[in-house]
Each structure stands twice: as structure tokens, then as C-alpha cells.
């Protein structure tokens, strides 16, 4: 009994740091993203898919990732001159120092919680855009880190679905 009462508060000291340190990133952060990406006009004007291109791990990985200068560049030639068009001049750019986007995340997930992109999208069938609700609306890139979910909406979410509510389904 004093082993499980032991292993019971290593979680709760875990789990709570862990939260303290995710909630102290959240909304603070300030970010600028390399390139002005706007998720509108490509999920509404491009009717792109999420993980057709973009975020293509989402279908395999724990993290869905973030798109090389080559995602980008299947559809934004890298080499035509658009002085109209600054953002695809930076892209231009990367590509011609041979560089990746330096994307900075900002969708992030309790360090406490163990989230894999794949059984959401994948086994769960969940579109991105229910947790990811301020993305698919955005015409500039999100300028703060936060939490994508709040873990009521998580446990609402696997109540709806019948998933596992077990607290160790997703604390580790």
C-alpha cells in the first residue's frame, strides 16, 4: 500500500510541475512565425486537408509537424518573381539558402499528458479542427504559445466517444 500511496504522489508532483510548466509558456510566449501563413485561404480558397500536405505525420506520428519549404513549394514556385507577394519571396529565399522554415510551435500539449496525433486522426477519425478551432479560421499565424485543449474538453471528448477516461490513459 505505501508503494501505490508512493507512485500515487510521484504523479500528482510530476504531473502538477509539469502543468505549472506548460501554464507558464501558455499565452506568454510571444512568437513570430518566418513566413505569414494563413490557414484560411488554404483550408477555405485551396480547400486543403490538413495532413494532405501540411501536417502529412499526423497520420502516422505522435506530432503532426510542421511543413518543409518543400511542402510549400509544390504549389508556391519558388522561382518566379512575385515582388507582390512578400511571403512567397521569403519562401524563395529559404529555398535559395538551401534552409528550412524555422517554424516556431505553438500548439502545444500539457507536458504531463501523452497525446499521439496518429489515434486521433487516424483510429479515432477526429477532424484536426476540433481541437485545433482558432487555426482553421486564422489569416496570420497563431503569436502565442498555448494549449490546444483544456483536459475538460479532453475528458468531455472521450466521454462522447466512449474512449478510455482513465487518468493514465493520457498522464504519464
Not at 103 to 116: K, L, P
Not at 123 to 132: F, G
Not at 148 to 156: A, G, K, N, S, T
Amino acid at each position: 500500500m505505501k508503494k501505490v500511496a508512493g507512485m500515487l504522489m510521484t504523479v500528482i508532483a510530476v504531473g502538477g510541475g509539469a502543468l505549472l510548466w506548460a501554464r507558464s509558456k501558455t499565452g506568454s510566449a510571444s512568437v513570430t512565425q518566418p513566413i505569414a501563413f494563413n490557414h484560411r485561404v488554404h483550408i477555405t480558397k485551396a480547400a486543403l486537408d490538413c495532413t494532405t500536405l501540411c501536417h502529412s505525420s499526423a497520420l502516422t506520428e505522435i506530432y503532426a509537424g510542421l511543413p518543409s519549404k518543400h511542402v510549400c513549394y509544390q504549389c508556391h514556385d519558388p522561382d518566379m518573381e512575385t515582388p507582390d507577394k512578400p511571403e512567397q519571396t521569403k519562401l524563395a529565399a529559404y529555398v535559395d539558402r538551401d534552409e528550412d522554415i524555422p517554424w516556431e510551435r505553438v500548439a502545444i500539449t500539457a507536458a504531463d499528458v501523452f497525446f499521439t496525433h496518429r489515434t486521433h486522426v487516424v483510429v479515432a477519425k477526429i477532424e484536426c479542427r476540433e481541437c485545433h478551432r482558432q487555426e482553421a479560421a486564422a489569416e496570420q499565424p497563431l503569436s502565442r504559445v498555448s494549449l490546444v485543449m483544456q483536459m475538460e474538453d479532453c475528458v468531455d471528448c472521450h466521454k462522447r466517444r466512449g474512449a478510455d477516461s482513465d487518468c493514465l490513459a493520457c498522464h504519464r
